[in-house]
């Protein structure tokens, strides 16, 4: 009994390990100070979810700290004001992600989505609100590990594929804070109404054993002008500001040799603020995502047989990563909204946020990205009076990418970059979203492999000693490699005594198969 070597070509593999959610409901019941003053109207509760942190727990299971951040808009009796209430709600949760199918030896990607599934909010009397709403993160884990590709011994015929795959890739991530000075210009802030965050990679540089990664953080921001004369906000500001990010990170084994895609995620943004002055105080948890690939060619064993012994063979599924694409395009969705609380006399605050967002590539190697988008208004009527406006509505888009096919498998991310709104004639107003889709297409190919192969010694095949060639009349749907497998014979001799060139290549008419 004789089982494979393994050489030094490698294939990698991609698994998803775990995509699913998780949910978390939110409750507080709140009693204003006494320097608050008392409700009239709510105009928007909103649900910020954040993750702090995260982190394996042994091989199968995912922990991780987050927080919901519970703004409430509302308005006191006569008058035009807009009051804030802030409050921040924490909680941890474990996934059992069941890695029992996973190599414990791979290398995880893990990536967390937070979002904000609905909130209800009442006032109980004008001190006291109940609010009640659930976030939920999507969690989506992948897993890649190398397989080796065996060696077979001399006396034993192979068929092999030729696949240029990824033979190597390196990974890993690196959780750092990123904390910032923001000048707004305004003499005062009250508070933060609402913020956004879009992280960019400019630059990837590998050197040895490093990688250093340069890009920036756009932030959106819009806050309430503090007014010493009074309580609350009747003017209401938007600001943005880059803020550069460069991280050194170690990653042994790199070099420029491989290929590299670099990610900057965002877990947490907070943003603090001071009446006395116009300046932002952002600290913000990120997470830097490296990806460096080196692509060769590899001969995979797909079958074999012995013209000597019988043999056993093991086979195993392998879905090799052939290559991938990083994708980034803008889109803008456009679309309109209506007031039902009067004319609108201006726009104080615009936003969009992006859900429920899925990708699928198409047969002609584009992709079809749909999904949900919300736009939220903050606009003050005719008569002075501030009022909500929030609409919702799905999206389609197909992006052209000459990359990638139906088989591909697609990673998307949407950010909202910036939304625009101006108020026609007649009241309506129109609302432009611009959104930032970055999608990386990998294509893959699945195939069987022979993972062992043992040698029956002890049960010699038997040959006929009484002729030289065996004539053997085949028809299109055979291959010299059935032919010889058939018979036991040595495929290179088979192609020798037939002129034959490729041993996969369907035969027909005659052919002469030499004896053993």
């Known amino acids: 009994m004789e089982e494979l070597r393994t050489s ?18 939110v409750e507080l019941d709140y009693v204003l100070p006494d320097y608050y003053p008392e409700i009239f109207k709510i105009l928007k509760c909103r649900l910020t979810p954040k993750i702090h942190s995260y982190s394996m727990v042994g091989d199968s299971k995912l922990s991780f700290d987050g927080s919901v951040d519970i703004k409430v808009l509302y308005l006191a009796e006569d008058s035009t004001a807009v009051h804030c209430i802030e409050q921040r709600y924490t909680y941890s949760k474990s996934i059992d ?48 590990n190398t397989c080796d590709i065996p060696v077979l011994p001399q006396e034993i015929q192979m068929k092999s594929e030729e696949v240029s795959c990824c033979t190597r890739e390196l990974g890993c991530e690196k959780q750092f804070s990123v904390r910032e000075e923001i000048e707004t210009g305004a003499k005062g802030i009250a508070y933060i109404i609402r913020s956004c965050t879009i992280p960019k990679v400019n630059e990837v540089r590998l050197i040895a054993d490093k990688a250093v990664v340069k890009g920036f953080i756009t932030i959106n921001a819009a806050y309430g002008v503090y007014s010493p004369d009074e309580q609350g906000c009747r003017e209401i500001e938007r600001m943005t500001a880059d803020i550069p990010v460069s991280q050194i990170i170690d990653l042994e084994g790199v070099d420029d040799s491989f290929s590299c895609t670099a990610e900057l995620d965002i877990l947490s943004c907070d943003l603090t603020s001071s009446p006395e002055s116009g300046i932002l105080s952002c600290t913000m948890q990120t997470v830097c995502r490296l990806c460096c690939r080196k692509d060769g060619t590899v001969h995979i064993p797909t079958d074999v047989f012995s013209t000597e012994y019988e043999t056993e063979q093991s086979i195993k599924q392998v879905k090799a990563a052939k290559h991938c694409t990083e994708l980034e395009k803008q889109l803008t969705i456009r679309s309109t909204a209506t007031c039902e609380n009067g004319e609108i006399e201006a726009i104080l605050d615009c936003s969009s946020d992006t859900f429920n967002v899925s ?14 988008i919300c736009y939220q208004i903050l606009a003050k009527t005719a008569d002075g009076n501030p009022c909500f406006i929030e609409k919702q509505e ?5 992006i052209h990418c000459d990359v990638g096919s139906s088989e591909s498998s697609v990673a998307v991310s949407i950010s909202c970059v910036d939304t625009d709104c101006s108020i026609r004639t007649g009241g309506e107003i129109e609302l432009d979203a611009k959104l930032n889709v970055t999608a990386s297409i990998c294509d893959t190919q699945s195939m069987t492999m022979v993972e062992q192969v043992s040698l029956l010694t002890d049960k010699p095949k038997e040959h006929d000693s009484t002729y030289a060639l065996r004539i053997y009349f085949a028809d299109s749907t055979e291959s010299c490699w059935d032919i010889a497998k058939r018979y036991s014979a040595s495929v290179d001799a088979v192609m020798a005594e037939n002129d034959i060139q490729d041993k996969d290549a369907p035969l027909s008419g005659m052919i002469l198969i030499p004896a053993i």
């Open 8 to 25: 030094e070509n490698t294939i990698c593999l991609n698994e998803i390990v775990f995509d699913g959610q998780t949910e978390q409901g």
């Open 97 to 144: 992600i069941g890695r029992n199918s996973c190599n414990p030896a791979g290398r995880l990607s893990i990536k967390l989505l937070p979002r904000a599934d609905y909130c209800n909010c009442r006032a109980v009397s004008g001190r006291r609100v109940d609010i009640r709403g659930a976030v939920s993160t999507k969690v989506r884990i992948s897993c890649t």
């Open 359 to 372: 990708c699928t590539p198409l047969k002609d190697g584009d992709i079809s990205v749909t999904g949900q």
């Open 394 to 398: 799905s999206f389609e888009q197909e």
